[in-house]
Structures are given as C-alpha cells and as structure tokens.
C-alpha cells in the first residue's frame, strides 16, 4: 500500500485550488484553509503535514511562516509559496524568512507537479533520516542505561564485600545510600549550597558514597576483625584505608583521563563520579578542627561530600554492633553527632542531619527488621 502525502493549501482562490488538487490528486490528501491563522491553529494541534502551499497574501503570511520555522516539528516541512508576479520584488525577503521555492501565478502544472514531488520525496526522505536517529538515540540510550545500571550493581557488590569482611549484614550499602541522600537533599534547601547542589550531583555522590570503605579490603581480616583494642601500629595501618581506597579507584582510571579529572574545568559525568569516589574514599576521615586524617585538612578544605560521608560512617559505625563492641542505641548516636558539631563534624552538615532524623530513624528501623529477618 502507497502511504497518502499530507498536503495543506493555505488560499482563498477557489479556482486556484481546484487546480492544485487535480494535479496532485494520486496519493494525496489535501487540506485547504482561506487564511494563514486558520491554518496556524490548525498546526498548533501537531498534524502531520508533507508539503505546505501557501498564498502570500499579507505581513500576516511571513509571520506565520517565521512561526513554522520556528516549531520543531514542523522546522524541514517544504513551504511553496504562491506570489503574483508583481510580488517577485520580494523574492529575497521570502527565502529569508524561510519558504523553501516560490511558484509565480498562474501556476503552470508542470512547474507546480516537479515542485512538488522534489519537496515531497525530500521531505519523505528527512522524515526517515529523522527516525533513524531517534532509533539510534533510543537504541543507545538502553545501552548507556544497561551499562549504569551495570556500574551500579558492581559499585554495591565492590561495596557489600567490603561490608561482608566485617561482618556487616547485606542491606548496609543501601542504608548508607538513604542516609547520605537525606542529608544531601536537606542540604540542598541552603542558600549556601543549593547553587551546586543540583539532581546531577545528588545522583553521582549518593552512587560513590558506598566505595568510602573499598580500601579496607586491602587491610588483614585479623586486624578488621579483632575483638581486642588495637595496637598503635595496628590502628595506624588501618588509617591508611582511606589511602588505599585512593589509590584503589585512581587505579581503575588511564592515567591520562586522571590528569583530566583532576583539572577543575571537566565536567563530564564520569569525570565527576570518579572525582567524588576518589574525595569520599580519601577524605571521609578528616575532621572539622582540622585533627583527621590522612591530611589533616580544616573546614572547608575538606570537600563537601566526605563532609557528609563523615557522618553517615561513624553513625552508621555507632549504631552497629561491631566484634570489639556492641550497638549504640539510636538516640546515643544521635547525640554524639550533635555534642561533635564545630569539632570533629561540618555544623551545616551536622544541622542537616538532626533536621532528617526522623527520617534517618525510619530508614534505620527498616533495615533492622530486614537485618533480623536475614538471620533467620
């Protein structure tokens, strides 16, 4: 089957439309209107349009073919626009203002039939280009989409062995996650952080706050897991966790993307990510006044994202029982948080974390009936 082309015919010539129709009357479907604005409504509804005949009747006519050009659907359609001869004065106005061929009065069936069928089959043929393109876009869209939630699930299963070899239950990774983002999207309510606190870097820290710890798995289960207190030589080597998470993650990246990682001016998604793993897993130990480490960086210094993951981690750390302690209550945490507030934790951060705690709370208690029932 032959598909119909759509064609619209904006004159109030009868005779002149009569015309029209009869030359292109095979596979044709034609809509005639007396005026430029009935038309524009008419198109303002999203019909599919072929060719567009149109009568130069007024400003109005150069305004609306303006319109049509600037409308993406209608951006390639072929406009043939139909002038008395002694409107050819303005033929240079026209093609700038965006009509595709002008076709003088009184049309001459050959002139108007070859006209037509070029623009038609042009038109046709852009309309197939455009489809492959979005096929093309769709198409790539699922393999990008396959390929992050494929990162996705090896960044948690990276994250929940680290958890395992402390013998942490499996929905820790997830927890951690809906702490962190509570936190992020309180802090995004403040004026002094919802200028880069955008959706695009909510969704990029949330996914890198699991790797703080990856560097653990380079520290001896016998030293992770033991009941006793550590050794100053034993804690010390578990200081440099967060180096070797580093280290770990600048690993995985060509040395010649990390040098552009570590230009300010990269803003790539990627590039971003990997930034924000890289400060969470070096710096998510340092402290407010200046006494963490491993570099002893001071308020601001430290970047935003460790400044949270700080928090997350130790209260997470508190409210777990661990093989050399058992569990803080909630409460007991909570508290902790708050008397640290100016010292060991960012304030603003810290008075993000009370504003949600309810939440937090909830998230918490969840996870404990999910912890308990794991173990049955």
Same mark, same amino acid.
């Given at each position: 089957?032959?598909?119909?082309?759509?064609?619209?015919?904006?004159?109030?010539?009868?005779?002149? +439309? =009569?015309?029209?129709?009869?030359?292109?009357?095979?596979?044709?479907?034609?809509?005639?209107?007396?005026?430029?604005?009935?038309?524009?409504?008419?198109? *303002?509804?999203?019909?599919?349009?072929?060719?567009?005949?149109?009568?130069?009747? !007024?400003?109005?006519?150069?305004?609306?073919?303006?319109?049509?050009?600037n409308e993406n659907r209608y951006l390639h359609l072929p406009i043939?626009?139909?002038?008395n001869q002694d409107q050819v004065r303005d033929e240079a106005l026209?093609?700038?203002?965006?009509?595709?061929?002008?076709?003088?009065?009184?049309?001459?069936?050959?002139?108007?039939?070859?006209?037509?069928?070029?623009?038609?089959? $042009?038109?046709?043929?852009?309309?197939?280009?455009?489809?492959?393109?979005?096929?093309?876009?769709?198409?790539?869209?699922?393999?990008?989409? %396959?390929?992050?939630?494929?990162?996705?699930?090896?960044?948690?299963?990276?994250?929940?062995?680290?958890?395992?070899?402390?013998?942490?239950?499996?929905?820790?990774?997830? *927890?951690?996650?809906?702490?962190?983002?509570? +936190?992020?999207?309180?802090?995004?309510?403040?004026?002094?952080?919802?200028?880069?606190? %955008?959706?695009?870097?909510?969704?990029?820290?949330?996914?890198?706050?699991?790797?703080?710890?990856?560097?653990?798995?380079?520290?001896?289960?016998?030293?992770?897991?033991?009941?006793?207190?550590?050794?100053? %030589?034993?804690?010390?080597?578990?200081?440099? $966790?967060?180096?070797?998470?580093?280290?770990?993650?600048?690993?995985?990246?060509?040395?010649?993307?990390?040098?552009?990682?570590?230009?300010?001016?990269?803003?790539?998604?990627?590039?971003?990510?990997?930034?924000?793993?890289?400060?969470?897993?070096?710096? $998510? $130990?340092?402290?407010?006044?200046? !006494?963490?480490?491993?570099?002893?960086?001071?308020?601001?210094?430290?970047?935003?994202?460790?400044?949270?993951?700080?928090?997350?981690?130790?209260?997470?750390?508190?409210? !777990?029982?661990?093989?050399?302690?058992?569990?803080?209550?909630?409460?007991?945490?909570?508290?902790?948080?708050?008397?640290?507030?100016?010292? =060991?934790?960012?304030?603003?951060?810290?008075?993000?974390?009370?504003?949600e705690f309810d939440a937090i709370r909830k998230v918490f208690e969840?996870?404990?009936?999910?912890? %308990?029932?794991?173990?049955?």
């Amino acid at each position: 089957m032959i598909e119909q082309y759509e064609v619209i015919i904006v004159e109030h010539d009868l005779e002149l +439309i =009569q015309m029209i129709a009869h030359n292109l009357h095979d596979h044709t479907n034609i809509t005639n209107f007396k005026t430029s604005t009935e038309c524009m409504n008419h198109l *303002k509804t999203g019909v599919k349009v072929d060719v567009l005949f149109l009568c130069a009747q !007024n400003t109005l006519t150069m305004d609306f073919v303006e319109w049509i050009r600037n409308e993406n659907r209608y951006l390639h359609l072929p406009i043939l626009l139909m002038i008395n001869q002694d409107q050819v004065r303005d033929e240079a106005l026209y093609y700038a203002k965006g009509v595709s061929d002008i076709l003088i009065k009184p049309l001459r069936s050959a002139r108007l039939l070859a006209a037509f069928k070029h623009y038609a089959e $042009h038109k046709r043929l852009q309309d197939f280009v455009m489809n492959q393109e979005k096929w093309l876009e769709s198409s790539l869209s699922k393999r990008l989409y %396959d390929m992050q939630l494929s990162l996705d699930l090896s960044l948690d299963i990276v994250s929940n062995l680290v958890a395992t070899r402390e013998e942490l239950t499996g929905q820790k990774v997830t *927890k951690l996650k809906r702490y962190y983002e509570l +936190i992020l999207r309180k802090l995004q309510l403040h004026p002094k952080y919802n200028r880069f606190i %955008d959706e695009k870097y909510i969704i990029r820290t949330v996914k890198a706050c699991p790797l703080h710890d990856i560097g653990k798995l380079g520290i001896p289960e016998a030293i992770l897991l033991k009941k006793d207190k550590l050794t100053v %030589d034993e804690f010390t080597l578990v200081k440099t $966790h967060t180096i070797l998470g580093y280290d770990s993650i600048r690993s995985a990246i060509e040395p010649s993307l990390f040098d552009r990682l570590m230009e300010s001016a990269m803003n790539s998604e990627s590039l971003e990510f990997f930034r924000e793993a890289l400060n969470i897993a070096k710096y $998510h $130990h340092e402290r407010w006044d200046g !006494n963490g480490y491993p570099e002893g960086l001071k308020g601001p210094q430290i970047p935003l994202s460790a400044r949270i993951m700080a928090i997350v981690d130790v209260f997470d750390a508190l409210t !777990n029982k661990k093989v050399y302690k058992d569990a803080w209550s909630i409460e007991k945490a909570f508290m902790y948080i708050k008397d640290n507030s100016g010292t =060991q934790f960012d304030p603003d951060v810290v008075h993000a974390f009370t504003q949600e705690f309810d939440a937090i709370r909830k998230v918490f208690e969840r996870n404990l009936k999910l912890s %308990d029932s794991e173990a049955y």
